[in-house]
Nanobody, 121 residues
Framework: QLQASGGGLVQAGGSLRLSCAAS????????MAWFRQAPGKEREFVAV????????YYADSVKGRFTISRDNAKNTVYLQMNSLKPEDTAIYYC????????????????WGQGTLVTVSS
C-alpha cells in the first residue's frame, strides 16, 4: 500500500515536498516513481529512483527543478518540487515496481491514491 501526501496550493515559483509512505512490501526491493495527471490529460512520468537510490531519472519538463529521494529506513520516497509553474498543476501519484527503474505507467504494479498540487500564476 502506498500513501501519498504533501500536495496543496502554492504560488508560481514556490516549493512543495511530496511524500509517499509504503507499507506491506519490502520497500528496499522496489524502484519508486512519481507520475502526474493533469485534467483531461494522460498520466505522465515525472521522476524515478532505483531501489538503492543510486540512480534517478527525470522528465525533461522537471529536470533541474524537482528532486526525487528515498529513505529506505522509513519506507518513504520524496519529491522535492522547486520553482513550480502553473503547468505543474496535477494530481501526483507514486508508484512502486519490483525491479529496475522504468518510465511507463504499465511497468508499475502498486499505486498511491494521489495528492493534488495546484500552482497559481
Amino acid at each position: 500500500q502506498l500513501q501519498a501526501s504533501g500536495g496543496g496550493l502554492v504560488q508560481a515559483g514556490g516549493s512543495l515536498r511530496l511524500s509517499c509512505a509504503a507499507s506491506g512490501l519490502t520497500f528496499s526491493n522496489y524502484a519508486m516513481a512519481w507520475f502526474r495527471q493533469a485534467p483531461g490529460k494522460e498520466r505522465e512520468f515525472v521522476a524515478v529512483i532505483s531501489w538503492s537510490g543510486g540512480r534517478t531519472y527525470y522528465a525533461d519538463s522537471v529536470k533541474g527543478r524537482f528532486t526525487i529521494s528515498r529513505d529506505n529506513a522509513k519506507n518513504t520516497v520524496y519529491l522535492q518540487m522547486n520553482s513550480l509553474k502553473p503547468e505543474d498543476t496535477a494530481i501526483y501519484y507514486c508508484g512502486a515496481r519490483d525491479g529496475h527503474v522504468a518510465v511507463t505507467t504499465t511497468a508499475y504494479v502498486y499505486w498511491g491514491q494521489g495528492t493534488l498540487v495546484t500552482v497559481s500564476s
